[in-house]
């Protein structure tokens, strides 16, 4: 089965006294319904937080200024991304997923920015076992 997600525009959803930027992804999910039955959604929210200092290493500047520069948005965008796919199609897809960036992850950042479009209101396709994950 092939389900078809579309991710809105990221909130800022940083604490005023954190080191860092979190950005939650609204995500929903389209489960196509057999035959002339109606297509079912799910709703969910990918919670992405980087720390400051791996904010700075990777070049997108000091975490407290505003607004997020686009090279952070598309970036963490990513990442929400590769939760999404990876979830869906464990069939563990929970109605919020967080992920944490750290320096203790990596030291550089992992992903070509200029391959990235901007997320607002995006959409793609993911293979799945063909059950409901909710």
């Given at each position: 089965m092939v389900v078809t997600v579309n991710v809105d525009a990221p909130r800022d959803a940083t604490p005023p006294d954190l080191d860092g930027v979190i950005l939650v992804f609204p995500v929903e999910v389209t489960w196509p319904a057999e035959g002339f039955r109606k297509d079912e959604t799910s709703q969910h929210k990918v919670e992405v937080s980087i720390s400051g200092t791996l904010f700075s290493m990777w070049g997108f500047g000091h975490s407290f200024e505003r607004p997020i520069p686009d090279d952070a948005v598309k970036t963490?965008?990513?990442?929400?991304?590769?939760?999404?796919?990876?979830?869906?199609?464990?069939?563990?897809?929970?109605?919020?997923?967080?992920?944490?960036?750290?320096?203790?992850?990596?030291?550089?950042?992992?992903?070509?920015?200029?391959?990235?479009?901007?997320?607002?209101?995006?959409?793609?396709?993911?293979?799945?076992?063909?059950?409901?994950?909710?």
């Open positions: 963490l965008f990513a990442f929400a991304k590769e939760k999404i796919e990876q979830r869906l199609r464990s069939g563990s897809f929970s109605e919020v997923e967080q992920v944490r960036l750290h320096t203790g992850f990596r030291e550089d950042n992992p992903f070509d920015v200029e391959k990235i479009d901007f997320p607002a209101d995006v959409t793609f396709a993911v293979k799945v076992r063909d059950q409901k994950v909710v």
